[in-house]
């Protein structure tokens, strides 16, 4: 129930989402039943609305797998610091693992959630999935009775991920330093990588954070 609860915010936004996936595969010409199969197996969000494309160009696996890669590859960084440890079973464990998601990430490594139990863990990642799941099953099988375009459904990831990293910022209000280190890396990344976004602004954030975490132990050391 716990779970359920901080579930709810976050619910909110992934239900039309979920939507907007289901209605993607439907009206690319895809039977209903390949958005509960792309949204229970696959589960990577973004990458799911560019699989449909993908799909519907019998793109070769090997190049869909490299675009998955590249899509994805920020859920390395998050398994740095995703709270894995606590959370008990081999089965339970793989589960986590795959249902690591932007949302259950930022959910889960929040200060609030540091006494959060392997059970809370996993139910809060699951009920992630079942919004997801219902709302492309939902898009799917009702795509004809939604309009071409809702005003602001393109924009909910962006509102939702705006207030992930507001909510985070503001728990951290003495690390003001890490979230400037991120906004300089991605707007680098965004300035001579741009068409590698997400893979070089992580791996700028992650240089900068080593290197200052070394200059802050050399600090100490010599204090």
């Given at each position: ?62 190049t ?26 081999r ?20 200060g ?10 996993l ?67 965004r ?33």
């Open positions: 129930m716990a779970a359920l609860k901080d579930s709810t915010s976050v619910g909110l936004a992934l239900l039309p989402l979920g939507l907007a996936l289901g209605v993607v595969i439907t009206r690319a010409g895809l039977p209903w039943w390949c958005a509960p199969l792309f949204a229970a197996v696959v589960y990577a969000g973004s990458f799911e609305f560019l699989l449909v494309g993908l799909t519907v160009a019998a793109t070769p696996l090997a869909i797998a490299l675009t998955a890669f590249l899509v994805n590859v920020r859920h390395v960084f998050y398994a740095l610091s995703f709270p894995l440890h606590r959370v008990r079973g089965l339970a464990k793989g589960y986590s693992t795959f249902a690591l998601t932007d949302e259950a990430y930022a959910m889960t490594t929040g609030q959630a540091q006494s959060w139990s392997s059970a809370r863990i139910s809060l990642q699951g009920i992630f999935q079942l919004y997801w799941v219902g709302g492309a099953t939902t898009g799917a099988l009702l795509g004809s009775l939604i309009p071409d375009r809702i005003t602001g459904l393109d924009f909910a990831m962006t509102a939702l991920f705006a207030i992930l990293a507001t909510d985070a910022v503001a728990e951290r209000r003495n690390d003001l330093p890490t979230p400037v280190l991120a906004l300089f890396s991605a707007l680098a990344a300035l001579f990588f741009p068409g590698q976004l997400l893979l070089v602004a992580f791996s700028l954030f992650t240089a900068a954070l080593l290197a200052r975490h070394l200059a802050t132990g050399k600090r100490s050391h010599h204090a």
